[in-house]
């Protein structure tokens, strides 16, 4: 996953947007100060949903500097988690794993919302 964020991962997102999932998005999962190995390690896992979130998002949300894409996943032990994967205009991305139901509905902000099915 590390190697594949360096090289940059180019996607045509479910809308038909142009999305590179980088170095930005790498650097956002290490550059956290406090984040153990383990925690980077699990969000390097986690590449997958991320790509994923920008091909079938259930949810765009759009702000004036960029779209957010959210896609919600069903855990294996119950429950839910999302991702949301924020694309600014020159598309490029950043990546968040959102842990609860409570999470994946604060994320729901924008000024315009589409769904896809």
Same mark, same amino acid.
């Given at each position: 996953a590390?190697k594949?964020l360096?090289k940059?991962?180019?996607?045509?997102? *479910? %809308?038909?947007?142009k999305?590179?999932?980088?170095?930005e *998005?790498?650097?956002h999962w290490i550059? %956290?100060?406090?984040?153990s190995?383990?925690?980077?390690? @699990?969000?390097l896992? &986690?590449?997958?949903?991320a790509?994923?979130t *920008?091909?079938?998002?259930?949810?765009?949300?759009d702000q004036? @500097?960029?779209?957010r894409y959210? &896609?919600?996943?069903?855990?294996?032990?119950?429950?839910?988690?999302?991702?949301?994967?924020?694309? @600014?205009?020159d598309?490029?991305a950043?990546?968040?794993?959102i842990?609860?139901v409570?999470?994946?509905?604060?994320?729901r &902000?924008?000024? @315009?919302?589409?769904?896809?099915?």
């Amino acid at each position: 996953a590390r190697k594949m964020l360096e090289k940059g991962i180019k996607l045509t997102a *479910v %809308d038909g947007e142009k999305t590179i999932l980088g170095k930005e *998005v790498l650097e956002h999962w290490i550059g %956290d100060k406090n984040a153990s190995e383990k925690e980077i390690n @699990s969000r390097l896992a &986690k590449l997958n949903a991320a790509i994923e979130t *920008v091909k079938s998002a259930n949810e765009r949300w759009d702000q004036e @500097s960029q779209r957010r894409y959210l &896609k919600v996943f069903r855990k294996e032990n119950g429950g839910y988690e999302g991702c949301l994967v924020a694309v @600014s205009g020159d598309g490029k991305a950043r990546t968040y794993f959102i842990r609860s139901v409570t999470g994946i509905n604060n994320a729901r &902000k924008g000024l @315009s919302y589409k769904e896809f099915k």
